[in-house]
């Protein structure tokens, strides 16, 4: 079955410093890859997401993923965080063919940041 | 204002007593869900309909039922409820069931069953 894998459980960094959260999926086939974001007590907000052309695609609030093909990836980074990008990160994958559609999301990283 | 809108919020039952969690988009959308969210675990897709009276089952189905009678509503019950159904739940919608399209999510609802 597909899946999505997130490297890190929780993150702590203080403020500035640079992020860059793992996302990992499994199939082999056409992939839309999407990040979402859920600050504390509110819904899931997207961020960012992938479906064709430029491997490197920017979100809002200064966040980029890349997409490596050859390793399955769609890493988020951001070069300097602020205390408000606290939140839980999820990354989540829609495959064609199947139940088109259905988000299959990791189990998310929870980013914590020290003012 | 486009959003999707889940009723209620909070709501502490006791096991076994039928309850129904409503979710209405006011966005004209084919594609409606619903997700659990349980800590460690992520979001899992309970039940999903790529339009009106169409519904099929996701990847944790037992223990619910769907209906989709109206574009815009798509509430989910709990025939008989149990504690391990205690969880965030979150309905979503996007214009259609392509992998490309965006899920807008809702607000969420937090359950627990006693």
């Known amino acids: 079955a597909q899946s999505v894998s997130q490297h890190n459980h929780h993150v702590i960094l203080s403020e500035a410093a640079s992020l860059e959260l793992g996302c990992n999926y499994s199939y082999g086939g056409t992939v839309n890859l999407f990040w979402y974001v859920q600050y504390p007590g509110q819904h899931l907000q997207l961020l960012l997401k992938?479906?064709?052309?430029?491997?490197l695609v920017k979100g809002i609030k200064g966040f980029e993923a890349e997409f490596i093909k050859s390793k399955f990836s769609f890493n988020l980074r951001k070069p300097s965080v602020q205390w408000s990008d606290t939140a839980e990160y999820f990354c989540a994958v829609t495959i064609y063919g199947g139940s088109q559609g259905n988000l299959i999301f990791g189990k998310g990283t929870k980013l914590s940041v020290k003012p | 204002e486009a959003q999707v809108t889940q009723n209620p919020r909070y709501l502490i039952t006791v096991t076994g007593k039928k309850l129904t969690v409503t979710c209405s988009q006011n966005m004209n959308h084919e594609y409606m869900s619903w997700y659990r969210q349980d800590p460690g675990l992520g979001l899992r897709q309970i039940y999903y309909s790529m339009n009106v009276e169409v519904t099929d089952k996701g990847d944790v189905p037992e223990g619910y039922k769907v209906s989709r009678k109206e574009k815009r509503n798509f509430p989910l019950i709990l025939e008989s409820p149990s504690p391990n159904q205690t969880s965030l739940y979150f309905c979503?919608?996007?214009?259609?069931?392509?992998?490309?399209?965006?899920?807008?999510f809702g607000p969420g609802t937090r359950l627990t069953v006693l």
């Open positions: 979503a919608s996007s214009s259609s069931g392509r992998a490309s399209n965006e899920q807008f």
């Open positions: 992938y479906f064709s052309g430029d491997p």
